[in-house]
């Protein structure tokens, strides 16, 4: 079984703060990962896609991404009320086709 | 730009039944992807098509069938269904080449009674 693990939280911060959301996989072999956001009720958001070791950066958010130790992180700087939501880490892994496997999510709460 | 469309938005059937979801993608993508997401769960593969063919399937049941059409609108179906089948289905778009973005539709959210 090829798995995505995170933090199911919640991950509470305080508005204005750093907000770290982080995720393990277990396929060495895979090649790209996605973050998306998803509010209670709606269908999850693309926010973030990586393919190479190092961050990426876009706005607000900064995905980072090291195969070496199989772990891939989002950072949400200036984080707002309005950032609370679940945030799904998703892993192509090697041999799946073009299959995304996701994570479970991890809850974050952002508080005024 | 229309995003990705899903019909219909909730849908309750009986055990035993058979259901049939419809997805659009994104104009100009050829690739439409089917997920399953229960409660408190992130999405499970089902099936991913691309210019019409079978890319790939997920660890479903052969009750789970889809199919993609010649303008790229995909069909999910699903026969025999059980109480467990009870969840939301979310389509995602994607070009089909290049990277693996995929942009997922609001879903359809089936209760099965």
């Known amino acids: 079984q090829k798995e995505v693990e995170q933090n199911s939280g919640p991950l509470s911060v305080p508005e204005g703060a750093i907000a770290s959301l982080n995720c393990t996989y277990s396929d060495r072999g895979s090649q790209s990962f996605f973050w998306y956001r998803q509010y209670s009720g709606k269908s999850p958001e693309l926010i973030m896609s990586?393919?190479?070791?190092g961050d990426k950066e876009d706005g607000r958010f900064t995905a980072q991404l090291n195969k070496a130790s199989q772990y891939v992180s989002l950072l949400i700087r200036d984080s707002q009320p309005s950032d609370s939501a679940t945030y799904l880490c998703?892993?192509?892994?090697?041999?799946?086709?073009?299959?995304?496997?996701f994570g479970k999510g991890t809850s974050l709460l952002v508080t005024p | 730009d229309a995003g990705v469309t899903q019909s219909p938005t909730h849908l309750i059937k009986t055990r035993g039944q058979h259901v049939t979801l419809r997805c659009s993608p994104i104009?100009?993508?050829?690739?439409v992807s089917w997920y399953q997401q229960v409660l408190g769960q992130g999405p499970q593969f089902i099936f991913q098509y691309y210019e019409k063919e079978e890319r790939g399937r997920g660890n479903f049941p052969d009750r789970f069938s889809a199919r993609q059409f010649p303008n790229y609108s995909s069909e999910l179906n699903v026969n025999a269904l059980l109480l467990g089948d009870s969840a939301l289905y979310l389509c995602a778009s994607s070009p089909g080449t290049g990277g693996n973005e995929q942009y997922f539709g609001p879903g359809t959210r089936l209760t099965v009674t």
């Open positions: 990586i393919y190479s070791n």
């Open positions: 104009s100009g993508h050829k690739s």
């Open positions: 998703a892993v192509n892994p090697v041999g799946s086709g073009y299959a995304l496997n």
